[in-house]
Structures are given as structure tokens and as C-alpha cells.
């Protein structure tokens, strides 16, 4: 019997043991394999796309289509298993609580097992993964075999320039709004230096880019030896670029066409070589223009910059562009004009939507009763020239009948993809889509998730891209960079507009166009990219579906099911959450890795929360929640717990647990001063990669608390409240030490504590850009003149008797200064020369104030100079006899563009005096 079992050992299960090890040891390479089986999928998926929307043929469209929608299901199998992968190898990385069942020897064989069984079942299904790939690889041979990827752009850029072209040859006359622009970049083409000088006309597409561009352009030609007018092919080689270049010189002269440069099998760059030698020496004596139209390579300059002689004859380059890096790039080695086209206002929209939708009634008016849907339509066009004439052509070959006009309103994308005249809006806008990488692809498309109209902050935006799994890893930089790198990109071709900047100049909101919207939510449809719950919606989802949007305000939500692929849930509803709804959602999801419920009327978490062991962002902002439950610390791979405007203040100890918490926000206001979270120096323990932490009560944890937040040495933003005097030793030792630390937020307890910042023997080297300080300083804090990154400091209630200005003066970098209840004094001194950077001044609440001194070239860079509540001042001024009295006036808000017609928007009253300044003039206004 011993025998028998000793046979079989070594005849059947020894060799299914090695084959179990050899497939364990494996599985790491196989996950790496299928990571770059990954990549390649999701670039032809991008191809595919492309190749749908030039495709003629609606057969070949809808296969193509079909083997989009098998590579998308394909790729989500591989994120799934990878991230299955992950999980495990995380999971062996946790230490063992040595207190818990798992301790005992037979537990603790089977934490083992576990993971082990799971690789092999990942290992069995990325070989289905792989077989799944060949096939649907194999069936595009036929189900494509008509188009080739070739054929197929070939087609694309063909009907892309057919349909541009009804934009490029609209006549002046016809676009309105343009005579600014067109006024500064004729001023450029025409004056300025001798050098070559590159002029870039940088929007969004339908802005008015070539139409703006090509009028200047035929304007000045007559003024230039020779000039060109090139279309920038895409993709383009610089051969035929430069061809093509020489070409139409010397066509503009009637001169002989340029002859071939070398023969075909020269050598590609010796022909390029010689091809760039050929155009120097021609225009080695000629004053030269050329446009160079839609150019979208970013190192489009560098690869024709030394073709384009300088021959300092003031020769103009000048390229439209949707995105600002191709325009920033030239800088490299020319001087640059850069004209942002920004959209028309309310005023030129109207008046352009009226010449062409009414350019046959009298006078270009608008009909009696056609008033408030013709306003409509051009507000749904914010702006846009393209988007303007496309509807506005439209509605002009339609009946004049007002419940035609207001039905067409709510299905104007439909329309406009099955008319003629306009489906060119559609297309070009879809064409800075198709450009984009396949992650930029991803995060321009989380947009359309927010409701229409909704202004994001790009932090959370950022936040959520990271936790999606968007952002790839990067050398030398943390995530967030990353993702704003992708941010400033998408800003950069025009596709998301900023709402709002911080005082540093970055974004700080940011929001997609509504034509852009319409188009983002027309890929949801192909793209599974998001499912929306909705009143009148069907809750059975087919196929694999990423993310679930529950935008309902109905108390029948039926949490969808039919996926089990859904890694993301967001909510957007005003009433409250139906009691089960949570329970539904934890039972129907459990692989979470983005939970959304900002706005939403959330009023309790149940304990079972720590189910979505896999989530990444979890968000209560703006909730009813008063209380974490214990179970949050099961959350072990958590980035981003956003609290702010809960009512929740005590963490529960467990949050300790969540070693990968990156950003850790909370705050709930109440009048002037703010409740926070309360932590003991316990609960921050080993939070080693927490980057962000607002607002602690520091008074909970006193010293002990600031003295471990000081060991967090990541924190890039850290805001402190309550903050007492005998804190100020601790607080200035962090300061010190936290190195990354660039936005900092202190706020005592009370009006009259004491704010102690005077333990700094030395200037800390540090990056800190934002400085706000709220509460009573003995004296200013002389480090503070030498951060020199700061941009933005703010003193609130510091109640100083020397003036501040004194040791401000020098900071190099200090754009935004704001004074409230902070200064004692009776005059402020900006001396000479002084603040030469500031763009926004705010003195608010300054009792005793009552002479300001702006002395010789001081403050030549402000834009906004804000004044509130300076009796003594105004009392002062109500004494001269050219002083006007504004009433009830409590805040003012003027901006350098007001002050240069002499008007505010805010009163109808005002008192200009002349400033000693040379640039602006000076605003007092009585209250």
C-alpha cells in the first residue's frame, strides 16, 4: 500500500506539483506580456476608430465598428487581471495581525493558498485572454480586408479638408467679432523687428483660426516679395512640406515651377538637405509670409525652422494651431506672437447668427416671437464662429415656423450630423478627438460624466484620473504631476476650457465646451465608457461597462446589474438616497476603485463599508455624514478620502490602516472660523505618502500631532486650524522640514490668540507658493520675505502696527497680496519701483487707514485692485470738493480693463484721481 502511494506520488502528483510551480513562477511574466498585449490593443482601438469615422460604407463601418467593441472587451478582461493580479501581490505584502484567527497555523496556510490559487486561475485566463485576441485579430482580416488602415486616414483627410474648407473660404464680411484680432496681427505682420518673427493663432476647433487667419494673410501678401498659403497635410512629411512651400513662392511670382530636387532613389537626407538649401538660397534676398493652416505635430517648427531663412527683411511666419504647445515650441529659436482666439461675446455671437439666419429679412433682424429661441441656439454656441454659421445656415433653409425652430432646439446634434451644411461642425470638433493618445482619449471623455455646465476643480478631476488608472507612472514625478501634465495638455489643443485660475496661474476649475459635451456623450455610446442611470433609462446593462452614473432623482434607483466589470460609481442627485440603496450597491459591486457621492444627501454609512477593499477615491463632500465607520481601515489601498463641507470631525482610529492615502481633505465652516478633523498623532502614523492634509484641529492633538504631520515629508498642501501660541515652537519646526510643502493654511482658534512664528533662526529653503495666515501675529514674521516662490500670501485678523509693505517690496515672485483686518496703521508706502509683480492688491477692513503713497513705477503689473471697509480713507476723500459719494458701497472689484474706460460694473459712480504711476490710474470710491 506505502508503494502504491509512493508511485503515484512520484508518477501523477509529483509532476502536477512542478507544473503548478513552473505556472506560478511564470504568471509574472505573463502579466507583463499581457500589460504590452494591453498597449497594443488600446492603440488599435484608436486606429479603429479613426477608420470607422472616415468609412464610407456602412457594412464595413458597423464591422469595424464590431471589432472595436470585441478589442474593448478584450482589454477589459486584461485590466481585470491585472489588477486581480496586483491585489494579490499586495495582499502577501500586508503584514499579519498576529491577534487575529489568521495567526493560527492552518489560517495561516491558507493566507498562503489563497493567493496561490488565484495566480493560477489568472494564469488560465490570460491564456483565454491571448486566444480571444488571436481570433477577433483574425476575423478583422475579413471583416476590414476592403479598408486599409492607409486607405482608410487617406479618407479621413480628405473629407476632413473638404469640410474645412467651407470654413477656410468664408468671406470676410460673413464673420463678425474678428476686427480686434485682426487688427493686432495685421500690426504684427506688417511692423516690428527685422528678425523673422512666428505669429500662432491658437483656439479650439470652429473658433475662427483660418478665417481670421487667411484674411490677414490676403491683406498683406501685396507687401511681401513672395508668400505661401499651406495646408499642413497630417500625417506630412517635411520633404513635401517644404515642396510644396517653394512650390506656391514661386507660383505667387508667375515664376517657372521648381524642378525636382534629386532623383527618387538619392538618399532621403541628402534630398531634405538639399531641398532646405534650395529654399534658403531663394529667399536669401526676399521679404517673405507664409501660413502654415492646422498644424498639430508639436515639434512642427524645429523640423522646417532652418528652411525659413532669417534674413532680417521682417518676413512673417504665421500658423494656426489648436494646440498652444505647438505655438510655446517655437519659442525654442524665433521670436513669437501668440494670439489665444477666444470665443465672441454674447453681443458679436448674436450679430453674426443674425446676418445669416435672417439675411433675408430687413435690416438682418430677428422676427417678432423669434427672440428667445434664437438666443437659445447662439448661447448653445458660446462663442463659436464655426458653430454660429453651421446652425445659424441651418435654420435660415428652414421653414420659418417657431415650433419647428424650438423642436430642432433639443435635437440639434442629430440634426446637425444629417444635414449637409452642417455636419462639418461634428467632424472638425471630432478631429482634436481622434488626435489625442488613447490615455488623453480617456481623460478627455471623464468629462462627460459631470453634468452639463459643471465646473470641475482640477485637483479632484486630477485625483480621479489616478485613481481610474489614467495616469501613467512617470521618472522623477509624483502622479498629480502627471495628470496635470495631461491637464495642460488638453487645455493646450483647446479641448477643456479653464473656468478659473489660482494665484499661481494654473487652473484651478476647468470645464468642457456643450458642442464638445454632445460630442463625448455620442462616444459613450461605442465606447462603454459609462453607463447612465436615469429616470426614463432601462436598468439591464449589456455588455462590459466601466463606470455608472446614477443621475436620477427618482426614489425608485435600481442599482443596475448584469456587470461585474464596473470599477467606478458617481452620483449626481438633490434628494435623498433611498435607505437600501447602499446595500444594493455594496452587494452589486464589490470591486469598486471610484465612489463619488458629492452633493448627494448621504446621511449614514453602513458598517459593512469596508467591502470595497479595492477603492481608491471615496468621496462624501458636501454629504450629511457625521461619522466614519470602523471598517474605513479595510480600505487599504485608498488615495483620496475627501470630507470637506460632512459634518464628520472624529476619525476612527483605523484610519492608520490606509497607508496609501495620498489626499486626506475636511473641513465644515461655520462663520468665520472652521471645524476640521480631529487626529492624534496615533492615527497619522506611517501615512508616509499622504501629499495632501486640511483642515486639523491642532488643538486636539496639540504638539504631539504637529510634531508627527513634521515626519510626513511628502505633504505638498497642509492646512492647520485652531492653531494656539504654545503650538508656534512645533509649527515652525515643520515648516522647516517639510521640504515639498508648497500651500500652507494656518488658522488660530480665536481672534485674539497669538499666532507664534518667530522659532526661525535661518530662511527655510522651501517651495512653498500659497501662504495664508489667519490670526493675531506680534510682529511680522521676517523669514516669510524670503520664500522666494511664494505667489500668494494672505493676512487675516493679524492686527500688525508696522506696516508690512516694508519687507514685501523686494519678493520677486509675489502675484496676489490681500490685507484684511491685518494692519493697525494709518498709511501704507508702496515706494518706488517697488512690487513689480503684483497683478491682484485686496486691502479689506482697515479701520485706522487713511493715507495710501504709490510711489514712481511701483505696482506696473496690477490688473485688480480691491478696497473694502477703509472709513478713514473715504472720510478723508469725502472732504475734497471733486469727490462723488457712492452709497451702500461695501465691495469693490475694478480690473485693468475697467479702469482704461473709466467705468465699473458694480456702481454707476465713481472718482478717478491720476496715479503717479504712468501705466493706470488710481480708484478711490466712498462708502
Not at 463601418?61 to 491585489?87: C, S, T
Not at 464655426?386 to 415656423?401: E, F, Q, T, W
Request: charged share 25%.
Amino acid at each position: 500500500m506505502e508503494g502504491t502511494l509512493l508511485s503515484f506520488a512520484r508518477d501523477k502528483l509529483l509532476p502536477l506539483l512542478i507544473e503548478v510551480r513552473d505556472t506560478l513562477r511564470g504568471v509574472p511574466k505573463k502579466v507583463e506580456e499581457i500589460k504590452q498585449e494591453l498597449e497594443h490593443i488600446q492603440v488599435d482601438i484608436n486606429v479603429a476608430d479613426r477608420m470607422a469615422m472616415a468609412e464610407q460604407d456602412k457594412d464595413t463601418r458597423e464591422g469595424i465598428k464590431a471589432k472595436v467593441k470585441q478589442l474593448r472587451e478584450a482589454a477589459f478582461r486584461i485590466e481585470d487581471v491585472v489588477e486581480e493580479y496586483n491585489m494579490t501581490s499586495e495582499e502577501l505584502q500586508q503584514p499579519v495581525d498576529p491577534g487575529c484567527a489568521a495567526a493560527l497555523s492552518c489560517d495561516i496556510a491558507a493566507y498562503y493558498i489563497r493567493p496561490m490559487m488565484i495566480r493560477l486561475r489568472i494564469s488560465r485566463e490570460i491564456q483565454d485572454i491571448k486566444k480571444s485576441v488571436d481570433r477577433i485579430n483574425g476575423r478583422s482580416e475579413g471583416a476590414a480586408a476592403s479598408t486599409s488602415s492607409t486607405s482608410a486616414r487617406s479618407q479621413e483627410l480628405t473629407r476632413r479638408h473638404d469640410l474645412e474648407d467651407a470654413v477656410r473660404y468664408i468671406k470676410e464680411d460673413e464673420v463678425v467679432g474678428f476686427e480686434g484680432p485682426r487688427n493686432e496681427l495685421m500690426g504684427w505682420l506688417e511692423e516690428g523687428r527685422a528678425e523673422r518673427t512666428v505669429i500662432a493663432v491658437v483656439g479650439m476647433g470652429g473658433r475662427g483660426k483660418t478665417t481670421l487667419a487667411k484674411t490677414v494673410y490676403e491683406k498683406v501678401i501685396q507687401n511681401f516679395d513672395c508668400y505661401a498659403f499651406i495646408t499642413v497635410s497630417e500625417p506630412h512629411t517635411v520633404e513635401d512640406l517644404l515642396g510644396d512651400v517653394l512650390k506656391k513662392f514661386k507660383e505667387g511670382k508667375g515664376e517657372a515651377p521648381a524642378k525636382d530636387i534629386a532623383a527618387k532613389d538619392t538618399a532621403a537626407k541628402d534630398r531634405l538637405n538639399k531641398l532646405i538649401d534650395e529654399v534658403r538660397d531663394y529667399l536669401q534676398l526676399k521679404r517673405y509670409v507664409v501660413l502654415f493652416d492646422d498644424v498639430w505635430k508639436k515639434n512642427f517648427w524645429s523640423e522646417i525652422q532652418f528652411a525659413l531663412y532669417d534674413n532680417k527683411k521682417r518676413s512673417r511666419v504665421l500658423i494656426t494651431t489648436r494646440s498652444m504647445e505647438v505655438a510655446q515650441n517655437c519659442k525654442d529659436s524665433c521670436f513669437v506672437h501668440i494670439h489665444d482666439l477666444q470665443p465672441l461675446s454674447e453681443r458679436k455671437s448674436w450679430e453674426l447668427f443674425s446676418q445669416k439666419a435672417f439675411r433675408n429679412d430687413p435690416n438682418e433682424c430677428c422676427p417678432k416671437g423669434f427672440e428667445d429661441i434664437s438666443w437659445k441656439f447662439v448661447k448653445k454656441c458660446e462663442g463659436l464662429p464655426l458653430a454660429l454659421l453651421a446652425i445659424a445656415g441651418l435654420l435660415a433653409c428652414k421653414v420659418r415656423n417657431l415650433g419647428e425652430w424650438q423642436k430642432l432646439n433639443g435635437q440639434l446634434l442629430s440634426e446637425l450630423e444629417k444635414k449637409p451644411t452642417s455636419t462639418g461642425i461634428t467632424h472638425i470638433l471630432c478631429l482634436s478627438y481622434d488626435d489625442l493618445p488613447y490615455h488623453l482619449q480617456q481623460c478627455f471623455l471623464h468629462f462627460g460624466i459631470y453634468p452639463k455646465d459643471c465646473e470641475i476643480e482640477s485637483a479632484t478631476v486630477i485625483r480621479q484620473w489616478i485613481a481610474e488608472g489614467f495616469v501613467k507612472y512617470e521618472s522623477n514625478k509624483t502622479l498629480e504631476e502627471v495628470a496635470e501634465q495631461y491637464l495642460q495638455e488638453l487645455i493646450h489643443r483647446s479641448l477643456v476650457q479653464v473656468s478659473s485660475l489660482s494665484s499661481d496661474g494654473k487652473a484651478k476649475s476647468c470645464r468642457v465646451h456643450d458642442l464638445l459635451r454632445e460630442i463625448i456623450l455620442d462616444k459613450f455610446k461605442d465606447s462603454s465608457f459609462c453607463y447612465f442611470v436615469r429616470e426614463d433609462d432601462q436598468t439591464n446593462l449589456s455588455g462590459m461597462i466601466r463606470r455608472l452614473i446614477i443621475a436620477t432623482n427618482s426614489n425608485d434607483v435600481v442599482v443596475p446589474i448584469g456587470s461585474s466589470h464596473i470599477w467606478s460609481v458617481y452620483i449626481f442627485r438633490g434628494v435623498e438616497l433611498p435607505e437600501d440603496f447602499l446595500r444594493k450597491l455594496l452587494t452589486a459591486y464589490k470591486i469598486l476603485k471610484v465612489l463619488d457621492f458629492e452633493h448627494a444627501p448621504l446621511n449614514y454609512i453602513p458598517e459593512s463599508w469596508g467591502n470595497f477593499f479595492r477603492l481608491r477615491y471615496l468621496s462624501f463632500r458636501k454629504t450629511n455624514i457625521v461619522s466614519l465607520p470602523q471598517s474605513i481601515g479595510n480600505l487599504w489601498l485608498l488615495e483620496t478620502l475627501d470630507l470637506r463641507q460632512t459634518r464628520v470631525r472624529q476619525m476612527p482610529r483605523e484610519i492608520n490602516k490606509l497607508k496609501k492615502l495620498r489626499h486626506l481633505l475636511a473641513n465644515h465652516t461655520i462663520w468665520f472660523f472652521n471645524n476640521g478633523i480631529q487626529l492624534m498623532k496615533e492615527d497619522i502614523r506611517g501615512l508616509e505618502f499622504l501629499q495632501t492634509l486640511r483642515q486639523v484641529e491642532t488643538d486636539y492633538g496639540g504638539v504631539e500631532l504637529i510634531s508627527e504631520i513634521e515626519k510626513l515629508k511628502q505633504l505638498r498642501l497642509l492646512g492647520l486650524i485652531h492653531v494656539k501660541q504654545e503650538h508656534g515652537r512645533a509649527l515652525c519646526s515643520l515648516i522647516v522640514h517639510l521640504q515639498q510643502l508648497e500651500k500652507l493654511y494656518i488658522d488660530a482658534i480665536s481672534f485674539a490668540e497669538v499666532i507664534d512664528l518667530h522659532h526661525i533662526s535661518s530662511p527655510p529653503e522651501l517651495p512653498l507658493q500659497k501662504l495664508r495666515i489667519r490670526g493675531k501675529l506680534e510682529r511680522f514674521p521676517e523669514w516669510i520675505p524670503n520664500l522666494q516662490n511664494l505667489v500668494n500670501l494672505s493676512l487675516v485678523s493679524s492686527n500688525l502696527t508696522n506696516d508690512p509693505l516694508i519687507l514685501l517690496q523686494h519678493m520677486p515672485n509675489l502675484f496676489f497680496l490681500s490685507l484684511d483686518s491685518a494692519y493697525e496703521g494709518e498709511s501704507l508706502d508702496f515706494q518706488d519701483g517697488k512690487f513689480q509683480q503684483l497683478k491682484k492688491l485686496s486691502l479689506r477692513h482697515l479701520p485706522n487707514l487713511n493715507y495710501i503713497h504709490i510711489g514712481e513705477g511701483a505696482l506696473q503689473l496690477l490688473e485688480v485692485f480691491a478696497l473694502e471697509y477703509i472709513p478713514q480713507l473715504f472720510e478723508k476723500l469725502l472732504g475734497q470738493k471733486t469727490a462723488l459719494l457712492v452709497t451702500q458701497l461695501e465691495v469693490l472689484e475694478i480690473t485693468k480693463s475697467d479702469l482704461e474706460i473709466g467705468t465699473c460694473p458694480q456702481c454707476s459712480e465713481i472718482q478717478i484721481l491720476n496715479n503717479f504711476s504712468k501705466q493706470w490710474r488710481w480708484i478711490f470710491l466712498l462708502s
